[in-house]
């Protein structure tokens, strides 16, 4: 099991970037696929985007493609969401999220999560 710790969330226009941190603690980090959810009031948790961690290969939820870009640095045991283009819909809470599972997408397939960072996008 890692332990995860997400940082860099805040207050940002329409428009206007910001980029997520994901700091792991505990064993094996370059063993896991790492992923990004978000969570809306009132909605269920989502899928954004994971990188895996035998091919590091990327896959992102279609709302978030080509504005979002999921990247990791297994030497500082760190993965990172840089977000681009926001847009009020993008307003969540944004969590953190490890697996052994290479492609998984869905959130009860990831055992290891963090506390979250909220992002809010005003229009």
């Known amino acids: 099991q890692v332990q995860l710790v997400e940082s860099g969330g805040g207050l940002v226009q329409a428009g206007g970037s910001l980029r997520l941190s994901c700091a792991a603690s505990?064993?094996?980090?370059?063993?896991?696929?790492m992923g990004w959810f978000r969570q809306a009031p009132g909605k269920e948790r989502e899928f954004v985007a994971f990188?895996?961690?035998?091919?590091?290969?990327?896959y992102y939820a279609d709302s978030v493609k080509g504005r979002f870009t999921i990247s990791r640095d297994n030497a500082k045991n760190t993965v990172y969401l840089q977000m681009n283009s926001l847009k009020p819909e993008d307003t969540a809470v944004y969590y953190c999220?490890?697996?052994?599972?290479?492609?998984?997408?869905?959130?009860?397939?990831?055992?290891?999560w963090g506390q979250g960072t909220q992002v809010t996008v005003s229009s």
């Open positions: 505990g064993r094996g980090f370059s063993t896991y696929t």
């Open positions: 999220a490890a697996t052994k599972c290479v492609y998984c997408r869905s959130p009860r397939d990831f055992g290891s």
């Open positions: 990188v895996n961690w035998n091919e590091g290969n990327t």
